[in-house]
């Protein structure tokens, strides 16, 4: 047996293999972080800053599937949203857990004083309470039980996005909205986040949709046999 046959074996596709590698790659790195002792000044704001940021990246992966798919036709794409989309869900609840319990020991009335005190807070706490119904009814079985209305309540991550990037944003040293202090990353968010939304309107879908049609129609045709003569 040779190594293409062995490959084709394997029950994972190489792009399922990259989601779950990228996906516990944050979790490991902040493990071996910690073993190192390489978690900054403060650990526990290292902790909730990279898982933030790792469900945010998440998050914005599983939105860029059907885009991505409808610019270049790659269907796989699709069959990874969910993936991504419960990993996402899963570092948020880690982010959320490292803030009440670590960071401020499970002391409610203080985390209530500070939630209340700082409205990136309130946008992040908004943005983990919408991903639930969305992570719990994300399986097949939910589909069929919901019917159209599964989709209406997926369709809440359009709203979902640009909140946890703004949490995001007003989270770091600096005002991005005056383009003052750490904005960079934040900025880049939303605007990925800003092309992937518009990427989706109908207009715009149909637009690149029919485009990528044209452009690989050429290649799609038969090639022509030539004629012999008897």
Known sequence: MNVVDRLKKIPYTPLQIAVHLYAWSALVGLVIAFFTRNLTANPIQAMEQRTGRHALTLLVLSLACTPLNTLFGWRELLKRRRALGLYAFMYATIHVLIFINLDYGLAWSLIIQTVLQKPYIVYGMTVFLLLIPVALTSFDIWKVRLGKNWKRLHQILYFIAPLAAL???????????????DIVRPFIYGLVILILLILRLPRVR????????????????????????A
């Open 167 to 181: 949490h995001y944003a007003l989270s770091k040293k600096g005002n991005i909205f005056r383009l003052q202090g």
């Open 206 to 229: 149909k637009f690149f949709a029919s485009l990528r049609t044209r452009i690989l129609l050429p290649f799609n045709k038969p090639i022509p046999h030539p004629k012999i003569d």
